[in-house]
């Protein structure tokens, strides 16, 4: 069974740093591209960052600021969120996608974590 669990959301005040990460189980997930997305309130879930291979992509709203990594035979996922704005404020989910697709767009991925909380005050 496939399982995307992130963990490393919390509160912390703008200007400061938080460190998701994502451990996935249930298969190798080597040739899978993998992503991570955000929900605010009211809003729709949008693209934060992704990887697949050597390649990495992010929006612009954390580019410079987010970084995108893999490790432990490419099956944990993690982001580096420094810089932190309260408009990062959101419920932060994990992806995995075995196509070859735009990682961009989040009808790209086959599966989902259930999401970890970041806030950010001002």
């Known amino acids: 069974q496939v399982q995307l669990l992130e963990s490393g959301g919390g509160l912390v005040q703008a200007g400061g740093s938080l460190r998701l990460s994502c451990a996935a189980s249930?298969?190798?997930?080597?040739?899978?591209?993998m992503g991570w997305f955000r929900q605010a309130p009211g809003k729709e879930r949008e693209f934060v960052a992704a990887r697949r291979g050597g390649y990495t992509y992010y929006a612009d709203s954390v580019k410079g600021r987010f970084t995108i990594s893999r490790a432990g035979a490419e099956n944990t996922l993690d982001l580096q969120m420094n810089s932190l704005k309260p408009e990062d404020t959101a419920v932060y989910y994990c992806?995995?996608?075995?196509?070859?697709?735009?990682?961009?767009?989040?009808?790209?991925?086959?599966?989902w974590g259930q999401g970890t909380q970041v806030t950010v005050s001002s």
């Open positions: 992806a995995a996608s075995r196509g070859l697709g735009d990682l961009r767009s989040v009808n790209q991925y086959d599966y």
């Open positions: 249930g298969r190798t997930f080597r040739s899978y591209g």
